[in-house]
């Protein structure tokens, strides 16, 4: 069964770091994208950002470009997703999906979500 | 940023038929980028729906349609039940944001 499997939820103050993990089962994790994927409480989907596992190719979207970093780590098929220093606004749901090879290919799977809070 | 526009809700009585709009613009589905659909039940992480325009995963009952044309894409849910009370959200790919864009999400409740 192909699925992702994501780290557990988190509690953090301000100005933390943090780390989220992604791990991938089933299926070659180098063939196809990892994506992150936003979603504030009560709120919508949002697209953070994808990785190429093969070679840690990475693209981000504007709006989280150098707020966050997407990394990837095949050895052990586990993507990540981390920041420096967290803010309350970053409190949401972070939900990691596949994608298959081409630009035009859907998300499927989604993890099971890992909700960050922040929070003094 | 949702550059993809879907009504914020819609209803309808089991059994009828209901559909949801995706509009978007020249970078992303008018400019021939394929449109996906989610469904987010409750508490629960977004499920593949509609893939590819309109093919639906194995699983998915074919009550779950999907269509396509010009800027804009529709899910049709036909003999509505209970359980599609959820979220539904569309997607696709931008060219100007050079990234993911999706919808802005539609609640689908069962009177």
């Known amino acids: 069964e192909v699925q992702l499997v994501q780290s557990g939820a988190e509690v953090k103050k301000p100005g933390e770091s943090l780390r989220i993990s992604c791990k991938g089962s089933?299926?070659?994790?180098?063939?196809?994208?990892i994506n992150w994927v936003r979603q504030m409480p009560g709120k919508g989907l949002e697209w953070m950002g994808n990785?190429?596992?093969?070679?840690?190719?990475?693209i981000y979207s504007p709006s989280f470009q150098g707020h966050v970093t997407i990394s990837a780590d095949k050895s052990i098929s586990t993507a990540y997703l981390q920041w420096s220093s967290l803010k309350a606004s970053d409190t949401a749901m972070y939900y990691c999906?596949?994608?298959?090879?081409?630009?035009?290919?859907?998300?499927?799977?989604w993890g099971q979500g890992t909700l960050v809070t922040v929070s003094s | 940023q949702s550059v993809l526009t879907q009504p914020p809700s819609v209803s309808g009585a089991p059994g009828q038929r209901v559909t949801i709009s995706c509009t978007g613009s020249?970078?992303?589905?008018?400019?021939?980028?394929?449109v996906h659909w989610y469904q987010q039940l409750p508490g629960t992480a977004p499920k593949l729906l509609i893939y590819?325009?309109?093919n639906r995963p194995s699983g998915v009952p074919d009550r779950f349609s999907g269509s396509k044309s010009g800027s804009s894409a529709s899910l049709a849910i036909t003999g509505l039940q209970a359980e599609d009370e959820a979220d539904y959200y569309c997607?696709?790919?931008?060219?100007?944001?050079?990234?993911?864009?999706f919808g802005t999400g539609t609640k689908v409740t069962v009177l």
């Open positions: 590819g325009n309109n």
């Open positions: 999906a596949r994608r298959g090879g081409s630009l035009n290919n859907w998300f499927d799977p």
């Open positions: 020249s970078s992303n589905i008018g400019a021939g980028y394929d």
């Open positions: 089933g299926y070659s994790f180098t063939s196809y994208w």
């Open positions: 997607q696709s790919y931008d060219s100007s944001l050079s990234g993911y864009v």
């Open positions: 990785i190429d596992p093969s070679d840690s190719y990475t």
